[in-house]
């Protein structure tokens, strides 16, 4: 009887490529590790079968490797092929049968399988051919280059340099360094990738004030949309006498079309929690709360996880690894209101009062949750913190620039080829992000626009698109980082409907405690709906600005004072458009309705 094999069988977290959702990986010892796309029941069956039990790769499913070999050292076993060309028709199939032709007539057919890809992370480049284990790149391959590709690199193992693909992958992963990788319910598989490690070596041989220290050096700020410096929240938490402080987790994530935090509370669970450990033991916390949006039921299931399972092993609880210092860590669920994001909303909604915010000062660092010294910090700022204390606050603030230091993770949906998370040092451009990364425009229709920070945020225009991602250049557009959503509109998308969305989310979400927020929101979007019908006046454009001024002004939280930036970007960069509304009058209006309704291309109605 045949011995039955042992093959395990992990669960791990998102890798961030939501366009090929769901995703699986084969890891076969001396053998390249692969990873397949949309995976469904059919898919996964073939995965079994064809790839487990007989070592064929997958037609169709492949992802390709972002790891670029630059030689060959040893038979190539398989050739992956894919079309990255624009607005052409798609050449794979092609070019798979003539590599599959050719190796057939060097009696190679057997031993190098030929496979399409789904997505080999290369856009633009014409035919491009990955070559397996060694993960070597040619791109613009031409017909007559198919001769040379068998005998010279499968045959002779030899690189063809005037095809080999070289370029640097942008991204760099340092919060995302786990996602898809550990199984985020295994905390043994966690510390075998090192988790824990920054938390046990602050915690035996440094100081708080040394932790402090390390972040501050990093340049680390905080990644949730205010960008204030972490290790200055830090020392200022640290800072007041008090009997007892608290650390709270921001996981209420809310601006549409945002999935970073979501993502990294259900891939890596533990790099968060060992980040609100490692704040706790910086400014002195005795307890911290992870605020997460109920709408996230498997990041409350896996961060709870987390927690349990740190508390079985001594690494949360009561003298913590004997050190004498004990900090514990609960889950605090919010009810879906987008301004318990907001921190003082946010303390409120912990205490069991109405989520609705509080004039600051005082900053919650001074007297926040139960009246104590509190620091709070979103997802991503906190994933980031395990990694600058393991490996020192310069090596963070190696990447990025001299003002924004580090890396920012973003997630990037709407009209855009490849939906997914990317996390690239900051100071990459945006366009760098949504053509080299995600592949660009969807269906080819032009991209006109990207709205960065969500309601909070503006539309960066097509022609700024090469602008480095910093705080500053975003403010300077009249944008924000914010918590990092970016949705990618393109011509066919109205400006106007856009603003009256993000202004519409922003009235809905609106706790009603102040009148600037509470009426200017409401009779601002009354005016963009009249404009969208083609009802607006002249005069009715200046009067919304008047309104946006009174809002950033005197609302009392950032849900108000922010409010207005989406509609002030859409007026400053596509100011036409609403006029044309205004001047185009009903007709016009009822006829881009139903232009889009039908799915024509805008451009040619206009
Ligand atoms: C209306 C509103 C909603 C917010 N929502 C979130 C949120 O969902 N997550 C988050 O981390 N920060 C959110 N913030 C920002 C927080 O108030 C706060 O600045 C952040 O949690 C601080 O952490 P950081 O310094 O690590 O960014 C929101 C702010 C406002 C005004």
Redesign the pocket.
């Known amino acids: 009887m045949a011995a039955k094999c042992q093959i395990p069988i992990r669960r791990v977290g998102s890798y961030g490529y939501a366009f090929a959702d769901p995703l699986v990986e084969v890891k076969t010892a001396g053998a390249p590790t692969i990873l397949y796309g949309l995976v469904d029941e059919e898919a996964a069956a073939a995965i079994v079968y064809q790839h487990v039990g007989q070592g064929k790769l997958l037609d169709g499913h492949i992802i390709g490797s972002r790891q670029r070999g630059k030689t060959i050292d040893g038979p190539v076993t398989a050739i992956l092929v894919r079309d990255s060309s624009r607005d052409e028709g798609d050449k794979t199939e092609f070019f798979k049968e003539s590599i599959h032709a050719e190796l057939t007539e060097h009696g190679l057919a057997d031993t190098v399988q030929v496979v399409s890809a789904l997505d080999l992370g290369i856009y633009d480049e014409g035919l491009t051919v990955q070559l397996l284990p060694s993960g070597v790149t040619y791109t613009n391959v031409l017909s007559r280059d198919i001769t040379r590709l068998v005998t010279e690199s499968v045959q002779k193992q030899e690189v063809l340099d005037h095809l080999l693909y070289s370029s640097p992958d942008l991204q760099e992963r340092i919060v995302l360094r786990n996602c898809g990788i550990i199984d985020p319910e295994s905390l043994d598989d966690a510390l075998r990738h090192d988790s824990y490690k920054g938390f046990v070596r602050a915690l035996t041989e440094q100081s708080p004030e040394q932790v402090i220290d390390t972040v501050k050096t990093s340049g680390l700020?905080?990644?949730?949309?205010?960008?204030?410096p972490?290790g200055v929240?830090w020392e200022l938490t640290r800072k007041p006498e008090a009997d007892r402080k608290f650390v709270i987790c921001?996981?209420?994530?809310?601006?549409p079309g945002a999935f970073m935090?979501r993502s990294v509370l259900e891939g890596d669970p533990h790099a968060v929690l060992e980040g609100l450990m490692l704040a706790a033991f910086a400014i002195g916390a005795c307890k911290g709360y992870f605020y997460i949006?109920a709408e996230y039921p498997l990041a409350v299931k896996r961060i709870q996880k987390a927690i349990d399972q740190t508390r079985e092993r001594g690494l949360l609880g009561e003298n913590i690894l004997g050190s004498g210092w004990s900090f514990d860590a609960a889950i605090r669920l919010g009810a879906g209101a987008?301004?318990?994001?907001?921190?003082t909303?946010?303390i409120a909604s912990i205490e069991g009062r109405r989520g609705s915010?509080e004039p600051r000062p005082p900053y919650p660092s001074v007297q926040g949750l139960w009246g104590k010294p509190t620091s709070?910090?979103?997802?991503?700022?906190?994933a980031a913190v395990p990694w600058i204390v393991a490996k020192g606050g310069e090596a963070y603030a190696r990447f990025g620039t001299e003002k924004s230091k580090g890396t920012k993770v973003f997630a990037v949906t709407g009209k855009v080829l490849n939906a997914q998370l990317v996390e690239v040092p900051m100071g990459t451009s945006v366009r760098d992000i949504i053509f080299g990364i995600c592949g660009g425009a969807q269906d080819a229709v032009p991209i006109k626009g990207v709205q960065t920070g969500g309601p909070?945020g503006g539309i960066i225009p097509e022609p700024y698109l090469d602008t480095p991602i910093t705080y500053e250049n975003l403010s300077e557009l009249g944008s924000i980082m914010g918590?990092g959503g970016m949705l990618v509109m393109n011509e066919n998308d109205c400006m106007v409907d856009v603003a009256a969305f993000y202004l519409k989310f922003c009235v809905d979400?609106s706790c009603g405690k102040c009148a600037p927020c509470r009426a200017g929101g409401y009779q601002m979007l009354q005016l963009l709906q009249k404009i969208a019908k083609g009802r607006g006046e002249p005069g009715d454009l200046d009067l919304i600005r008047r309104i946006c001024k009174a809002m950033q002004c005197a609302s009392l939280?950032?849900?108000g004072?922010?409010a207005p930036n989406p509609v002030l970007s859409s007026l400053r960069f596509f100011e036409d458009e609403f006029l044309a509304y205004i001047e185009g009058g009903t007709s016009y209006a009822r006829k881009l309705k139903k232009a889009r309704a039908e799915g024509r291309n805008l451009k040619d109605v206009v």
């Open positions: 700020r905080g990644r949730g949309g205010a960008g204030f972490t929240k921001n996981a209420d994530e809310g601006d935090d949006r987008f301004v318990c994001g907001e921190e909303a946010l915010p709070i910090n979103n997802v991503e700022t906190l909070s918590s979400e939280c950032g849900l004072q922010t």
